[in-house]
C-alpha cells in the first residue's frame, strides 16, 4: 500500500505530538518511545497524594469493562521482529447489570501503573491510580441486545485506556465501545502472564509514522474478526479467561463506527478506507496518513480540531476533506490544544500541584477551555453523529451551531 509521508509532519500526529507526549512526561502522566523521550522533571515529595478523578458518565447504562489478550497467530509483530506472533491488549466496554458486586477498574492496570511511575521517575505514592466507572468483568445488561459497536484507536505513546471519559460515556448510552493498545507503538502494556510492554518504535519520520498507522488498521482488521467470533459465543480470549455472562449476541456488528485521537483519528480514516464494516468514523485532531487522504470515502466521516488545527494549516485535512463524498463535517473545539481530546484534559488539572508544572505548562497542553465544558462539548457532539449514523436517531445537533454549545464551532 502506497502510504503518503505527508507535509505537515511537524502537525498533530508528527512533530507536534511528539512534543505533546514530551510534555506529558514532564508531568509524569503519559510516556513515549524512548526515541524521543525526555527526562521527567522532579514532583513535589511534600505534597499530600492524590487520586485524579474522571467525571461519571451522564446516560442511563451502567459500565462493564473486559480484558482481552489477542493473538494473530497469521502475523509475526512488525515493530519486534523476535516476536513470533502480533499480540495486542483491548478492552470491551459494555452496558452491564448488577454491579455492585464488582470492583471499579482502574485506568491503568497495577503492573502497568507501576513501570510507568517508574520509567517517568515519579515517586511512588505521589500519584495514585485514577479509577474509571466501570465495573470489571459485571454481566452484560439483558434487555437490549445487539447494541451498536465503536472502536477506539489511542495517539502515538498513549494507551487503551486514556480516552475513557469518552469510551464511558457512549457505553453509558448504550453503546459497545473496544479500545485497542497497539503493541510497541503505546505506551506501558500489560499482559496477563506480567509482561509490561514499552515502546518500540524507531525514531520518527513521516514513513515511520505512515507504518504506524498501517499496522493499526491491520490491528484494528483483525480486533473486528475477533469481535465477530465472540459475538457468535466463542472466547477469543489467548488464555480463554472466563467472559461476563451475556456477551453473545450481545453485539450488532452490522453497525460499526470507530474513532481515534491523534494517530488514532488518523487510523480511524484509513481502517475505515481498507474496511467496510465500519460505518463511519471520527477524528480527534490527527493529522492523516495512508491511500484515505486521496481516495476519500463515501461513508459519514467527522472531523473535530483543536483551536489551531483547520484544513487551513493541515494539508492532509484539506485534501480528504475534497475527497469525502459521503456525509461530512468538520468542527473545531474553541480555546482547545491537542490534549484536550484525550483524559489529560481531566486529569492533569488535578495534578499539576503535587508535579510542580506551572499554570502556562498545563494550559499549553490543553488549553484555556474550562476542561469541564471541553469533555461536555466532546461527549455530546460524539454521541450525536454515532447515534445519527449508527442508530438513525437525528437529535439536530449536527445540522448547524448550537447556543448551548459555543464552543464548538462548524468549519465551512
Request: no cysteine; net charge positive; glycine share 8%.
Given at each position: 500500500?502506497?502510504?503518503?509521508?505527508?507535509?505537515?509532519?511537524?502537525?498533530?500526529?508528527?512533530?507536534?505530538?511528539?512534543?505533546?507526549?514530551?510534555?506529558?512526561?514532564?508531568?509524569?502522566?503519559?510516556?513515549?518511545?524512548?526515541?524521543?523521550?525526555?527526562?521527567?522533571?522532579?514532583?513535589?515529595?511534600?505534597?499530600?497524594?492524590?487520586?485524579?478523578?474522571?467525571?461519571?458518565?451522564?446516560?442511563?447504562?451502567?459500565?462493564?469493562?473486559?480484558?482481552?489478550?489477542?493473538?494473530?497467530?497469521?502475523?509475526?509483530?512488525?515493530?519486534?521482529?523476535?516476536?513470533?506472533?502480533?499480540?495486542?491488549?483491548?478492552?470491551?466496554?459494555?452496558?452491564?447489570?448488577?454491579?455492585?458486586?464488582?470492583?471499579?477498574?482502574?485506568?491503568?492496570?497495577?503492573?502497568?501503573?507501576?513501570?510507568?511511575?517508574?520509567?517517568?521517575?515519579?515517586?511512588?505514592?505521589?500519584?495514585?491510580?485514577?479509577?474509571?466507572?466501570?465495573?470489571?468483568?459485571?454481566?452484560?445488561?439483558?434487555?437490549?441486545?445487539?447494541?451498536?459497536?465503536?472502536?477506539?484507536?489511542?495517539?502515538?505513546?498513549?494507551?487503551?485506556?486514556?480516552?475513557a471519559v469518552l469510551v464511558e460515556e457512549l457505553v453509558s448510552r448504550g453503546y459497545v465501545v473496544v479500545t485497542i493498545d497497539?503493541?510497541?507503538?503505546?505506551?506501558?502494556?500489560?499482559?496477563?502472564?506480567?509482561?509490561?510492554?514499552?515502546?518500540?518504535?524507531?525514531?520518527?519520520?513521516?514513513?515511520?509514522?505512515?507504518?504506524?498507522?498501517?499496522?493499526?488498521?491491520?490491528?484494528?482488521?483483525?480486533?473486528?474478526?475477533?469481535?465477530?467470533?465472540?459475538?457468535?459465543?466463542?472466547?477469543?480470549?489467548?488464555?480463554?479467561?472466563?467472559?461476563?455472562?451475556?456477551?453473545?449476541?450481545?453485539?450488532?456488528?452490522?453497525?460499526?463506527?470507530?474513532?481515534?485521537?491523534?494517530?488514532?483519528?488518523?487510523?480511524?480514516?484509513?481502517?475505515?478506507?481498507?474496511?467496510?464494516?465500519?460505518?463511519?468514523?471520527?477524528?480527534?485532531?490527527?493529522?492523516?496518513?495512508?491511500?484515505?487522504?486521496?481516495?476519500?470515502?463515501?461513508?459519514?466521516?467527522?472531523?473535530?480540531?483543536?483551536?489551531?488545527?483547520?484544513?487551513?494549516?493541515?494539508?492532509?485535512?484539506?485534501?480528504?476533506?475534497?475527497?469525502?463524498?459521503?456525509?461530512?463535517?468538520?468542527?473545531?473545539?474553541?480555546?482547545?490544544?491537542?490534549?484536550?481530546?484525550?483524559?489529560?484534559?481531566?486529569?492533569?488539572?488535578?495534578?499539576?500541584?503535587?508535579?510542580?508544572?506551572?499554570?502556562?505548562?498545563?494550559?499549553?497542553?490543553?488549553?484555556?477551555?474550562?476542561?469541564?465544558?471541553?469533555?461536555?462539548?466532546?461527549?455530546?457532539?460524539?454521541?450525536?453523529?454515532?447515534?445519527?449514523?449508527?442508530?438513525?436517531?437525528?437529535?439536530?445537533?449536527?445540522?448547524?451551531?448550537?447556543?448551548?454549545?459555543?464552543?464548538?464551532?462548524?468549519?465551512?
Open positions: 500500500m502506497r502510504l503518503r509521508p505527508a507535509a505537515a509532519f511537524s502537525a498533530r500526529s508528527g512533530a507536534w505530538h511528539v512534543m505533546a507526549v514530551a510534555l506529558f512526561m514532564v508531568a509524569g502522566l503519559v510516556s513515549a518511545p524512548a526515541a524521543y523521550a525526555q527526562p521527567a522533571a522532579t514532583p513535589t515529595t511534600t505534597a499530600q497524594a492524590v487520586r485524579p478523578t474522571l467525571p461519571p458518565p451522564t446516560g442511563h447504562d451502567r459500565v462493564g469493562v473486559v480484558p482481552l489478550h489477542l493473538m494473530d497467530r497469521y502475523r509475526s509483530d512488525p515493530w519486534v521482529p523476535s516476536q513470533p506472533v502480533r499480540e495486542l491488549m483491548v478492552s470491551l466496554w459494555y452496558p452491564a447489570e448488577r454491579v455492585h458486586q464488582h470492583p471499579r477498574a482502574p485506568w491503568l492496570p497495577p503492573a502497568a501503573w507501576a513501570r510507568f511511575q517508574q520509567d517517568l521517575g515519579v515517586p511512588p505514592g505521589t500519584i495514585r491510580v485514577p479509577l474509571t466507572h466501570a465495573r470489571s468483568g459485571a454481566p452484560v445488561e439483558q434487555a437490549h441486545r445487539g447494541r451498536p459497536v465503536v472502536l477506539y484507536s489511542p495517539g502515538l505513546g498513549g494507551n487503551r485506556d486514556s480516552g497497539h503493541t510497541y507503538d503505546a505506551s506501558q502494556v500489560e499482559f496477563p502472564d506480567g509482561r509490561v510492554e514499552v515502546p518500540a518504535l524507531p525514531a520518527l519520520t513521516p514513513e515511520v509514522l505512515a507504518r504506524a498507522v498501517a499496522v493499526r488498521v491491520v490491528d484494528i482488521r483483525f480486533v473486528l474478526d475477533q469481535l465477530v467470533a465472540l459475538n457468535a459465543g466463542r472466547n477469543p480470549d489467548a488464555e480463554h479467561r472466563r467472559l461476563p455472562r451475556g456477551l453473545r449476541g450481545a453485539l450488532d456488528m452490522s453497525r460499526v463506527g470507530m474513532f481515534g485521537f491523534s494517530l488514532g483519528g488518523a487510523a480511524a480514516a484509513e481502517a475505515m478506507a481498507a474496511d467496510r464494516r465500519i460505518k463511519a468514523g471520527v477524528n480527534l485532531d490527527g493529522t492523516l496518513f495512508g491511500d484515505v487522504i486521496t481516495a476519500g470515502l463515501r461513508r459519514p466521516f467527522m472531523l473535530v480540531g483543536s483551536e489551531n488545527h483547520t484544513r487551513d494549516n493541515d494539508p492532509t485535512w484539506a485534501q480528504l476533506w475534497a475527497h469525502l463524498r459521503g456525509w461530512r463535517l468538520n468542527l473545531r473545539l474553541a480555546h482547545s490544544e491537542h490534549n484536550s481530546f484525550n483524559d489529560f484534559q481531566a486529569l492533569l488539572p488535578q495534578t499539576a500541584d503535587q508535579l510542580n508544572l506551572p499554570p502556562e505548562v498545563v494550559l499549553g497542553a490543553i488549553g484555556t477551555i474550562d476542561p469541564r465544558r471541553s469533555i461536555i462539548n466532546q461527549r455530546v457532539y460524539l454521541t450525536a453523529f454515532f447515534d445519527l449514523h449508527l442508530r438513525h436517531r437525528d437529535n439536530g445537533l449536527l445540522k448547524h451551531p448550537s447556543p448551548r454549545f459555543p464552543e464548538m464551532q462548524f468549519m465551512p
